[in-house]
C-alpha cells in the first residue's frame, strides 16, 4: 500500500455538521486499518472535543490538535509535543481587542476562557462539545502562556483587527483562518503541516507515504507536506488551488473517496 497512513480534518472533512459520524466512514476507515493502514485525525479543536471519534475510529496513532500547537497521545491527555503563544504577543492580542465586534476564546493548559457568553461563543461550544470557562481575570490569565487564541467575528472585522494587531506587534506571528468567521493566532512554530513532520518522526512513516485530507485554509500547510493532499468538494478555493486532488464528493463522501483510492493503489 503506497500511502500508509491517512490524516484527516475534521470540521466540514470527516462531517459536514452535528459532531455525528457517518457509518459508512466508520467502516472504511475499520477496513483500511485491518488492511495495515494507519488514520488519525488533524483539527484545529482541542482534544478533549475530538474524544468521541477517537474511540468511534478506533484511532491508535498521536493526533494532531489545536491546528498543530499539540501533538497528543489519543489514549490519554499527554502530548507529544506542544508550543504556547509568546506571552508579550498573547496581552497584545487581548489588548488590541477594544473597539472590535469579536468573541475571543483564550486556551490556557486544555481549558477555553472567554471574558463573556456570548450567542457566537454559544455556537461555538455547541459545535466543538466544550464548556468555556468565564474569567474576570485576563491578566492573571495570561501569566501561563496560551495554546491559542481563537476568534470569531465578520470575516472583514477580523481583517481589520489582524491589520491594528499587525501593525502594532511589528513582528512575525503565526495566524490562520480556521473558518470562514474564525481567525486563530498559534504558537510561531504551529502548524498541521509542522505536526505532520513531527508525527511522520514519531511513526517512522515518510510525509511521502502519508495521505491527507481537508477542507479550509489551516489544512494548506498539511496538504503541502504530504504525499498525497486532497481537497473534500466543498473545500475553500485556497486550499482546492494547493492540492494534489479534489473529490467528487462534499464532506464525508469526499474522505471516503480518498480511503478507497488508497487501498486501491
Known amino acids: 500500500m503506497k500511502y500508509r497512513m491517512i490524516v484527516s480534518d475534521v470540521d466540514g472533512t470527516l462531517f459536514e455538521s452535528g459532531n455525528k459520524l457517518n457509518d459508512s466512514t466508520i467502516e472504511l476507515v475499520e477496513m483500511y486499518q485491518k ?3 494507519i488514520f488519525t485525525l488533524a483539527t484545529g479543536r482541542m482534544k478533549k472535543a475530538i ?4 474511540e468511534q475510529l478506533k484511532i491508535r496513532a498521536p493526533v494532531i490538535v489545536y491546528n498543530g500547537a499539540q501533538l497528543a497521545n489519543p489514549h490519554n491527555q499527554q502530548l507529544i509535543q506542544g508550543f504556547t503563544v509568546e506571552r508579550e504577543l498573547a496581552q497584545l492580542v487581548v489588548k488590541k481587542l477594544d473597539g472590535f465586534r469579536i468573541d475571543p476564546i483564550i486556551h490556557v493548559n486544555q481549558q477555553p476562557f472567554v471574558l463573556k457568553i456570548t450567542d457566537a461563543i454559544k455556537e461555538h461550544t455547541i459545535k466543538d462539545g466544550i464548556q468555556c470557562q468565564v474569567t474576570n481575570e485576563v491578566e492573571s490569565l495570561l501569566l501561563n502562556a496560551p495554546t491559542k487564541f481563537l476568534l470569531i467575528g465578520d470575516p472583514e472585522e477580523l481583517l481589520r483587527y489582524l491589520k491594528v494587531l499587525e501593525e ?8 490562520v483562518f480556521s473558518d470562514w468567521n474564525y481567525l486563530e493566532i498559534l504558537p ?6 509542522n505536526a505532520l513532520k513531527l508525527l511522520s518522526q514519531h511513526m517512522e512513516i515518510p510525509t511521502e507515504q502519508i495521505a491527507v485530507v481537508g477542507d479550509e485554509r489551516n489544512d494548506i500547510t498539511m496538504v503541502k507536506e504530504a ?3 486532497a481537497a473534500v468538494a466543498n473545500a475553500n478555493e485556497a486550499l482546492k488551488s494547493q492540492a494534489d486532488y479534489i473529490t467528487a464528493g462534499a464532506y464525508h463522501y469526499g474522505l471516503e473517496e480518498v480511503i478507497k483510492k488508497v487501498m486501491q493503489g
Do not use: E, V
Request: no cysteine; aromatic share 20%; charged share 10%.
Open 51 to 54: 474524544d468521541p471519534f477517537i
Open 168 to 175: 502594532s506587534w511589528q513582528q512575525s506571528f503565526h495566524y
Open 227 to 229: 504525499g498525497f493532499g
Open 35 to 37: 488492511s495495515g493502514g
Open 188 to 193: 510561531q512554530n504551529a502548524s498541521k503541516g
